[in-house]
């Protein structure tokens, strides 16, 4: 089934610890995307990618780091984690810029 | 501070009424916008989209009004139907596509 693939779905993280989201999506769509959901606050844009080997900063990019080295990936790392990095993140990609996007099912993830 | 606003948490909607769920937005360069639905524990799924040269956008049961001098779209939903239950999120953009702003999400309820 085309779409897009988040791993892990859930994790509880220690504070302080290194950890990389996983994004891959199988409909060779240019653009990728990762947002965070975060109750009272909608979705806020991470990072973005144009096209493999662009990327470029979102709303709340603190913290946060991508790379796009080709079409199907787009891994989220969180160098340091820290508590207000507790949140649903999302997993995001779209043909072209412009286009409506179509997200994945979401990574939960805990920081304590 | 949000530029895209949805002051409405959730809404209570008997099946085969009318649903209507409102968005404010406060940058006038804003010039697409799009409404999404969400599962719990699901992404969020495209639902339809609107450009600022449209006053009116309809797809089957869903209709889109767009209201530039006010800064306010709305989603109707006639008639609702129990699966329609689901939280809903617009998004707006000014024109690079990158950056969609969504709002923080209205939880719709159908009830039988």
């Known amino acids: 089934i085309a779409g897009i693939t988040q791993a892990p779905t859930s994790q509880i993280l220690a504070a302080g610890r290194r950890m990389t989201l996983r994004c891959t999506q199988d409909?060779?769509?240019?653009?990728m995307y990762w947002y965070r959901q975060d109750l009272g606050l909608g979705l806020r844009l991470i990072h973005y990618s144009n096209t493999a080997g662009t990327t470029g900063k979102g709303e709340v990019p603190d913290g946060y780091s991508v790379s796009r080295a080709n079409t199907d990936d787009f891994p989220l790392t969180l160098a340091s984690a820290v508590p207000s990095q507790t949140s649903v993140y999302f997993c995001a990609s779209s043909a072209s810029t412009g286009m409506s996007y179509t997200f994945g099912s979401g990574t939960r993830l805990t920081v304590v | 501070d949000q530029q895209v606003k949805q002051n409405s948490p959730s809404l209570s909607v008997q099946e085969g009424r009318i649903s209507i769920l409102n968005c404010d937005y406060t940058?006038?360069?804003?010039?697409?916008f799009l409404w999404y639905k969400k599962y719990p524990a699901e992404g969020p799924t495209f639902l339809i989209s609107?450009?600022?040269?449209?006053d009116k956008n309809e797809d089957g049961r869903f209709t889109v009004f767009l209201n530039k001098s006010a800064k306010h779209l709305s989603l109707h939903i006639v008639p609702s139907q129990p699966g329609d239950s689901a939280v809903y999120f617009c998004?707006?953009?000014?024109?690079?596509?990158?950056?969609?702003?969504f709002g923080s999400g209205t939880k719709l309820n159908v009830k039988p």
């Open positions: 940058n006038s360069m804003f010039d697409y």
């Open positions: 998004a707006a953009s000014a024109g690079n596509f990158n950056k969609f702003y």
């Open positions: 409909m060779r769509h240019n653009a």
């Open positions: 609107i450009s600022s040269i449209k």
